[in-house]
């Protein structure tokens, strides 16, 4: 992501990123290089991209010199804490390679001059991020966290519908991401579940009605509901998922979004469901 003020400096930092990444064996054809108008745009532009879940990392290359007014210390500052928190904020690697420099010749310095060149490093750093990030992510106790994150995103999201009265999530999703900004592989999971939960519902909320004697589905709380529909559709539909998983994440998601005695309700209900109508696997 390249500033295009100052362009013939940037131009070289830009160059040096490709340069080093290409250097550090990412084909040409995973690199993409995107302007902007200056160093100011690069947060909003970099956090776009990154929450598009299409990238590994991000390196953000500009300039800005120094003049005769305060502008370059408000430009310097703000870029540089907006490039921290879109990284911060999508869980992407985004590499800090913007040059703020005195004068001029300082800035041609550090692309590719004497003091080297800001954006090889920035993309350096980016790409030795990804892969301690992709290594943490990769890990067993990593996965379940996603997949917990997970179940509770898509809780809520099932309550919006549930109280909306919508069958289908399809026009909250935009609105809802934006709330949520997460990785595309927790968003995946949340919206295989949301999508199969209410496509079953139906058949869902029959099973439910048969295993819950004397309760009525339209008298359990609302969070009750959505958490033992989540429950059944993972039971009964997600055969990859072992029962024991399925019941024991409802069971930590009614803890957080719920009662005790929910909690109790919710694990005997999943439990004969598990027993009674999972097909044998």
């Not at 907006?82 to 800035?107: D, H, K, Y």
Request: negative net charge.
């Amino acid at each position: 992501m390249a500033a295009r003020f100052n362009e013939a400096i940037s131009k070289k930092l830009a160059d040096g990123a490709v340069a080093a990444l290409e250097g550090a064996g990412i084909p040409a054809a995973r690199v993409e290089v995107h302007w902007v108008p200056g160093s100011f745009e690069l947060p909003l532009a970099a956090l776009t991209l990154a929450r598009s879940g299409r990238y590994a990392g991000i390196a953000c290359v500009g300039v800005v010199i120094r003049g005769e007014t305060p502008h370059f210390e408000y430009v310097s500052r703000e870029t540089a804490a907006g490039i921290r928190e879109a990284g911060m904020a999508s869980g992407v690697p985004i590499g800090f390679g913007v040059i703020t420099a005195n004068t001029e010749e300082q800035a041609w310095e550090r692309a590719g001059g004497a003091v080297g060149n800001r954006g090889a490093e920035a993309a350096l750093a980016v790409l030795e991020m990804a892969g301690w990030l992709r290594a943490r992510r990769s890990s067993p106790a990593a996965l379940m966290g996603k997949r917990r994150k997970s179940r509770e995103l898509a809780l809520q999201l099932l309550y919006q519908l549930d109280l909306q009265d919508a069958s289908s999530a399809e026009p909250y999703l935009d609105e809802f991401w934006t709330r949520h900004p997460v990785d595309g592989e927790v968003r995946g999971f949340v919206e295989s579940l949301v999508r199969g939960t209410k496509l079953h519902q139906q058949k869902i909320d029959e099973v439910i009605a048969q295993f819950a004697e004397n309760w009525e589905l339209d008298r359990m709380a609302v969070v009750d509901r959505n958490i033992l529909r989540e429950g059944v559709f993972e039971l009964m539909w997600m055969m990859e998922i072992p029962p024991k998983v399925a019941i024991n994440e409802a069971l930590e998601v009614a803890k957080k979004f719920s009662t005790r005695e929910s909690s109790r309700f919710i694990n005997g209900l999943l439990d004969r469901v598990h027993k009674e109508l999972r097909p044998p696997e």
